[in-house]
């Protein structure tokens, strides 16, 4: 290209290098003309150079550098105004060799510049520094992204590495004209690298400054000064007097609460320290506040508790049928509080499935007893400061929920609901359950401490009932601060008196309807209970009795509509299926037959009882066991203690002692997305393995729960309680139980025990005497069967007379 002619654009201000892309805005005609005559050719290529005096309007040849770069017009548009944006990209350095005539616009006679090149090691090293320059500058000005450094960093020709490095910085012009000329790559290297590093030391010299001053613009000096006009501007319009009056009423009330000594003085102490404040500022907010959350609290205020222990037991009675432990309990505070001056609350913990009650009772407790009721539901809480509040350095810092439940109880003396205490957790900011040992110590909650208030404060006067579905949930800690009482599972005819009590009339009044409207029998009433709730609590029940309450409500107002004669709605057991459709649930759940190998077993679950089935069978094999139904390891080695068991006492049972291998064992628990886990269904496993080896069928009426032993002792379980009540909704006749658990009976239900009736049993041949029928029919439990016989020897001594 020696020897090129093509039309030339001066510039001001600014120097394009080659491989660059730039706007340009061009206004003076000889411009535009250069740039319209680029559009006509081939190439669309112009000549770009630098004024050497930016400020002259028409500059002369003498004016514009010799050296500059050859450019091609990529975008060329024509504004309202008259000008021209157009977009160039640099191609290639260039030399004036001569101007030529041209009225319209500069034309000149161009000398490409050749571009020398660097040998490797040279190259190496320069593109290290400039590289590393660059990422200097980049770690400093954050408008440099990423991405732009690796782009730049994987370019390998060095004479694009010094102009596109380049583009990036806002250098002189002058310096941007001296790298242009430069014909030496090396020394163009060198001047890349000092530019560099000059505008690195420039930006952080830049950022040092503003930083000092900003540091020196403290907030607290900005605040004083506006604080002074405002108060100023206040006195000139005598609106300082209003403060006065502020002061003046906040100390009356400060002189006239009755607090603890300790809590007077802080107050007073903050009363002076906010005297000596600006009122606009905001340490001086946050001294009132704190003012105001001391006299606001109901130091000594203490509501009239009645000890009228008639009147509180027909209370209890009206609100909840049945729970006579908890409300024993209750009696007795009641009694020993009228019989001593100060007694300390006592801590209750209400465990129990969903459903049966547990809040409802503490609010009767409230109403029984003549106190405000105040709840706090500690479900997800895991900070410790809901608890025991935040100190007052923090933004925004408040007491904990306790302080702040009191307050608005108004009172200090209520009956405080801590809701789900079993279902806190704990993460960084602390563990909620430490901070209620505190709370929950009848020791110790006479003086508590909270973070915001930092003056202790008497929790003792409060009756605190926490309320959780299952114990193991609690800490040991907390469990130890408060009197557990259980509130196990309704039986089938408690859940019909409340619901025929309660339930019923309160959905009757809350759907618009009367008791001359509707009317339940005591079969639906049962087929509801049986066949659409399933549960340990009623909940679910109420919500059928309203559902049904809400199908009849629009009846009802369709025959109002209609003009129709109004007749009252008796819902019946076969009727109860058009309101609540086919049963959700079938009743018993039992085996309608005596089968082999299938056992009816009894689990507990945080809902309350559950029957829960065991099925074997065996099959010609090498001797494998399989457990399935998502047990847990303790039911999966349950599982293998019994047939430990059954090996052990083969002869006696008359079972091929080599069955273990030849045939393969195969354990199963129905409802297999359930997981199980626990040990008390032992002798459940071991009948079904012995029932499947005997081929003898299992009494479908027996239900039974406890842990075996490799020696067939049958250890004691819990929630005794809730598993024969399982078995009685269920249809169970006979329950076997462990007989250490004979202790746990006086808690059942007479209703249920008369229905029922309960073997103790010690070891698993007392089991196997009970639940196995031989083949004429009757259960293998004679009358020459002793308590202390050996059962497996009367089995024997049957089988041999068949």
């Known amino acids: 290209m020696a020897g090129l002619t093509l039309p030339l654009l001066p510039l001001r201000d600014i120097v394009v290098f080659p491989e660059m892309i730039s706007p340009l805005f061009v206004g003076r005609p000889k411009s535009i003309n250069a740039i319209s005559e680029a559009m006509h050719t081939e190439l669309k290529y112009l000549f770009l150079s630098t004024q050497s005096d930016p400020s002259k309007e028409e500059p002369k040849e003498r004016d514009i550098r010799p050296m500059g770069t050859i450019a091609k017009v990529l975008q060329m548009l024509r504004l309202p105004d008259g000008t021209v944006k157009t977009v160039v990209q640099g191609k290639y350095r260039a030399k004036i060799r001569e101007f030529r005539p041209n009225e319209s616009f500069f034309e000149v006679v161009l000398d490409l510049i050749s571009e020398p090149g660097l040998d490797p090691a040279e190259k190496e090293a320069f593109f290290r520094n400039i590289i590393d320059s660059f990422k200097q500058y980049a770690d400093v000005n954050k408008n440099i992204s990423k991405e732009t450094v690796t782009g730049i960093a994987a370019i390998t020709d060095p004479v694009k590495m010094i102009y596109t490095v380049a583009g990036h910085f806002s250098f002189k012009t002058r310096e941007n004209q001296i790298l242009l000329e ?4 090396r020394e163009r290297m060198v001047q890349l690298i000092d530019l560099i590093k000059q505008e690195t030391t420039i930006l952080q010299t830049d950022i040092k400054i503003k930083s000092r001053i900003k540091k020196q613009m403290e907030k607290s000096q900005k605040n004083y000064y506006l604080n002074e006009q405002i108060r100023a501007i206040k ?7 209003g403060d006065a009056d502020d002061f003046k009423e906040l100390e009356k009330r400060v002189k006239r609460k009755k607090m603890s000594k300790e809590a007077s003085g802080k107050a007073r102490h903050e009363l002076t320290k906010l005297k000596m404040m600006t009122p606009m500022s905001a340490e001086a907010t946050v001294v009132r506040n704190y003012i105001d959350w001391l006299i606001s609290l109901p130091w000594h205020n203490k509501s009239k508790v009645s000890s009228d222990i008639e009147k509180a037991q027909d209370i209890l009675n009206e609100d909840h049928y049945g729970l006579d432990k908890p409300k024993e309990r209750i009696l007795e505070y009641l009694a020993v509080q009228s019989l001593v001056k ?35 539901s500690l479900g997800g809480v895991r900070d410790e400061a ?31 609901c801590l809701d789900e205490v079993d279902k806190m957790s704990m993460d960084f900011r602390g563990d909620p359950s430490a901070a209620l040992l505190e709370v929950l110590d009848p020791e110790q909650n006479y003086g508590f401490s909270d973070h915001y208030l930092d003056v202790e404060y008497d929790l003792s006067d409060i009756l605190f009932i926490t309320t959780a579905n299952t114990l193991p949930d609690i800490p040991l800690p907390l469990q130890d601060r408060m009197e557990i009482i259980r509130l196990p599972g309704y039986t089938e005819l408690e859940k019909f008196n409340i619901a025929k009590k309660f339930l019923i009339p309160k959905q009757i009044e809350n759907n618009g309807l009367s008791a001359d409207m509707i009317g339940f029998s005591d079969n639906a009433i049962y087929a509801v209970i049986r066949d659409h709730t399933r549960e340990a609590g009623v909940r679910n029940l109420e919500r059928e009795i309203s559902s049904v309450c809400r199908k009849v409500a629009k009846e009802v107002l369709r025959r109002q509509n209609r003009e129709q004669e109004e007749k009252p709605v008796t819902i019946t057991a076969t009727s109860i299926r058009k309101y609540l459709g086919i049963p959700q649930y079938r009743h018993g759940m039992i085996e309608t037959e005596d089968q082999v190998g299938i056992v009816t077993g009894l689990a507990w679950t945080q809902f309350g009882g559950e029957l829960l089935f065991v099925e ?10 399989n457990v399935t139904g998502k047990l847990g390891d303790v039911m999966k080695e349950s599982a293998r203690a019994a047939i430990s068991y059954v090996r052990s006492r083969a002869d006696q049972f008359n079972i091929d002692q080599s069955f273990y291998e030849k045939f393969d064992i195969h354990i199963h628990v129905p409802e297999g997305a359930t997981p199980k886990d626990g040990p008390s269904a032992g002798i459940a496993m071991c009948t079904s393995i012995i029932s499947a080896l005997t081929r003898m069928p299992v009494n479908h009426n027996v239900a039974m729960t406890g842990e075996i032993t490799l020696r067939g002792r049958i250890l004691p379980i819990g929630g005794l309680k809730e598993k024969i009540l399982a078995a009685h909704r269920g249809g169970i006749t006979r329950v076997l139980i462990p007989k250490d658990n004979e202790k746990d009976l006086k808690d059942i239900p007479p209703s249920v025990a008369k229905q029922v009736r309960i073997f103790p049993v010690e070891n698993m041949d007392e089991v196997v005497a009970h639940a196995i029928i031989r083949p004429d029919g009757r259960a293998l439990y004679s009358p020459e069967y002793k308590h202390k016989e050996n059962a497996p020897l009367v089995l024997a001594k049957i089988q041999a007379g068949n």
């Open 182 to 185: 430069t014909l030496s790559t």
């Open 235 to 241: 006195k000139e319009m005598g609106a300082e007097e």
């Open 342 to 376: 100060k007694v300390r609350g006592p801590i209750l913990c209400f465990v129990g499935p969903p459903g049966v009650g547990k809040t409802s009772l503490a609010k009767s407790v409230a109403r029984a007893t003549g106190r405000e009721f105040v709840r706090l």
């Open 386 to 416: 809901e608890i025991r509040g935040h100190r007052r350095t923090y933004i925004g810092a408040m007491p904990g929920k306790i302080i702040q439940s009191l307050r608005k109880a108004n009172v200090n003396n209520p009956v405080f």
């Open 616 to 625: 074997s069978v065996i099959m010609p094999g090498k001797g494998e066991i």
